[in-house]
């Protein structure tokens, strides 16, 4: 090796010393989440052989948790162990909460064929299934590790929901991809949201971080795609519709329609019009 290759692998030798937390790998930490999804709903089958004995899986579930922990052990309320009764205790009611989402999209969308189809395929109901995982975790005050499962499932799905948001049951994220959900966010029961929607803040300084930044959206809301709502102080009132392209930085009372109007205008093309040229 030559003198400045050396001289860099000092650097990232002493720099190592520089990290406040070491982190469990995003590859254990995927593993994890997508093990975990299949033992609560086992609807698919691999091509390679799998364990099928519930209690094997769970043991081996554990101990990934366990080695996910592991990095953590400084920072952690708990020891790692009781965190992870804790969490396995959890399971049950998450999974009933999550059989309410599958059931909300299975009833709510045309194009759905059953609810096997639901949890199999839908990356809406596999964002909101690892945003109920990781926000267990952050209920229990583990550190890095709900965020890293949620952006995991951001990277598969093109769904951001941060794990902080507080979201109630049978919440119907339909086709998904481009949805952001803050970490201060509230969400209602019976809420469904469509592509695109945004639920963020009007203000992104860190001085804000301590302070209810996203909105607050009441039961038997729809939001259609491509809906902006913004600020911790917006209200979306129960049984609102807020119509696709909608900007809100206010509050709407209950029962509101809002919607964004623009004129789109159609003419029939002449043959002795000049051509439209557009240049990109």
């Not at 396995?88 to 009611?93: E, T, W």
């Not at 803050?182 to 001085?207: D, H, M, P, R």
């Amino acid at each position: 090796m030559t003198t400045a290759t050396n001289a860099f692998l000092d650097h990232l030798l002493s720099q190592r010393q520089h990290y406040r937390h070491k982190l469990p790998s995003r590859p254990d930490a995927g593993r994890f989440i997508d093990q975990l999804t299949r033992l609560l709903f086992p609807v698919t089958q691999d091509c390679q052989s799998a364990s099928h004995d519930v209690e094997e899986t769970y043991q081996r579930l554990n101990e990934q948790l366990l080695c996910l922990f592991a990095p953590l052990s400084g920072n952690l309320p708990e020891p790692a162990e009781t965190i992870a009764e804790r969490f396995f205790d959890a399971l049950p009611a998450i999974y009933d909460r999550l059989l309410l989402d599958a059931h909300a999209i299975t009833d709510n969308d045309p194009a759905a064929v059953g609810l096997e189809e639901v949890i199999a395929v839908y990356p809406g109901f596999y964002a909101i299934a690892v945003y109920r995982i990781a926000h267990q975790l952050l209920e229990q005050n583990v550190p890095l590790l709900p965020r890293m499962l949620t952006e995991y499932a951001h990277g598969q799905t093109g769904i951001d929901i941060h794990p902080g948001a507080e979201i109630g049951n049978s919440f119907f994220i339909d086709h998904g991809t481009g949805v952001v959900i803050g970490e201060t966010c509230i969400i209602g029961t019976n809420v469904k949201i469509y592509q695109g929607v945004t639920l963020g803040a009007t203000y992104v300084t860190k001085s804000m971080a301590q302070k209810k930044r996203h909105p607050t959206i009441e039961n038997n809301v729809v939001i259609y795609a491509n809906a902006t709502i913004l600020g911790g102080s917006t209200i979306v009132g129960h049984d609102s519709v807020i119509g696709g392209n909608v900007w809100l930085t206010g509050s709407v009372e209950p029962h509101s329609l809002v919607y964004h109007q623009h004129q789109t205008e159609v003419r029939i093309k002449s043959l002795e019009s000049e051509p439209i040229n557009f240049v990109i």
